[in-house]
T-cell receptor, first 110, second 118 residues
Framework: KQEVTQIPAALSVPEGENLVLNCSFT??????LQWFRQDPGKGLTSLLL?????REQTSGRLNASLDKSSGRSTLYIAASQPGDSATYLC?????????FGKGTMLLVSP | GAVVSQHPSRVICKSGTSVKIECRSL??????MFWYRQFPKQSLMLMAT?????????EQGVEKDKFLINHASLTLSTLTVTSAHPEDSSFYIC??????????????FGSGTQLSVL
């Protein structure tokens, strides 16, 4: 059974810092990995999707990497802003499955 | 810990039939439930937000008459795909929020439903 772990569970940084969120998974037989952000009271917002054959994806200040063989992904946020404050989740897709981590709660202070 | 039960996990149906998917919070009251779908090789996309006792809020491009959402109680939300067609074949997943304290909430997910329309 796939298990997804996100570290750290919470992170607080001053504005402008670069930061890395980590996601690990136990079963490397995945189709893709996704990163989302969740704002209170709202549904998930998809940030980046990395197919199993890809190593990384970039969108603006966000860069996600995938090392399928070691079961790891990282989400790099450059020049963090207070508006980046949210909970970030990663999820891995398998055959008719989607397994989420518990998320990293990020707080970026002005 | 909080558990969200989603049924069925897999359904195969003929084109034109309706399919109901249930999402149930087992040990907590979920004031808000979300419904998502994921097409192969694509991102998970939010379909609608469902609040108990009120009409669901649908995302742009999602047909409310085709994807009927009922959230009649604090523990149950259902998504009915009416007159399903092959293009509705997708992975559907629900989630529910639990408020923790004044400023934070946690999101719990069902196990998903793989819908295949022949």
């Amino acid at each position: 059974k796939q298990e997804v772990t996100q570290i750290p569970a919470a992170l607080s940084v001053p504005e402008g810092e670069n930061l890395v969120l980590n996601c690990s998974f136990t079963d490397s037989a995945i189709y893709n990995l996704q990163w989302f952000r969740q704002d209170p009271g709202k549904g998930l917002t998809s940030l980046l999707l990395i197919q199993s054959s890809q190593r990384e994806q970039t969108s603006g200040r966000l860069n996600a990497s995938l090392d399928k063989s070691s079961g790891r992904s990282t989400l790099y946020i450059a020049a963090s802003q207070p508006g980046d404050s949210a909970t970030y989740l990663c999820a891995v897709s398998g055959y008719s499955t989607l397994t989420f981590g518990k998320g990293t709660m990020l707080l970026v202070s002005p | 810990g909080a558990v969200v039960s989603q049924h069925p996990s897999r359904v195969i149906c003929k084109s034109g039939t309706s399919v109901k998917i249930e999402c149930r919070s087992l040990d907590f009251q979920a004031t808000t439930m979300f419904w998502y779908r994921q097409f192969p090789k694509q991102s998970l996309m939010l379909m609608a937000t469902s609040n108990e006792g009120s009409k669901a809020t649908y995302e742009q491009g999602v047909e409310k008459d085709k994807f009927l959402i009922n959230h009649a109680s604090l523990t149950l939300s259902t998504l009915t795909v009416t007159s399903a067609h092959p293009e509705d074949s997708s992975f559907y997943i629900c989630s529910a929020t639990v408020r923790q304290g004044l400023e934070s909430e946690k999101l719990f997910f069902g196990s998903g439903t793989q819908l295949s329309v022949l």
